[in-house]
Nanobody, 115 residues
């Protein structure tokens, strides 16, 4: 199982960005998957941002609720994090992960929001 995150970059506050996580080696249709982030200087703290549960439910962190959304495309075996109205405090390395017997992590993609 491999996860490849992409779409990070440098954006200004208020702009939008979409992260993608391409999954190979397993079907994503009935697995729990989501996005986590790790802010600079917080090496031991990885925050859950948004999750799609195995039954298709959506859980979004309060810190991003109303601004970020998570979705998936089973046919493309890819899930996404749409980030709107980004804030400086959203600056972090974003990781995608999928649960299937164990947890599989992708390499992070850096998102930097400038003021």
């Amino acid at each position: 199982v491999q996860l490849q995150a992409s779409g990070g970059g440098l954006v200004q506050a208020g702009e939008s960005l979409r992260l993608s996580c391409a999954v190979s080696g397993i079907s994503i249709s009935r697995n729990r998957m989501g996005w986590w982030r790790q802010a600079p200087g917080k090496q031991q703290q990885r925050e859950s941002v948004a999750v799609i549960t195995s039954s298709g439910g959506i859980i979004v962190a309060d810190s991003v609720k109303g601004r970020f959304s998570i979705s998936k495309d089973d046919a493309k075996s890819t899930f996404y994090l749409q980030m709107n109205s980004v804030k400086v405090e959203d600056t972090a390395t974003y990781y995608c992960a999928l649960d299937s017997g164990g947890t599989y992590w992708g390499r992070g993609t850096q998102v930097t929001v400038s003021s």
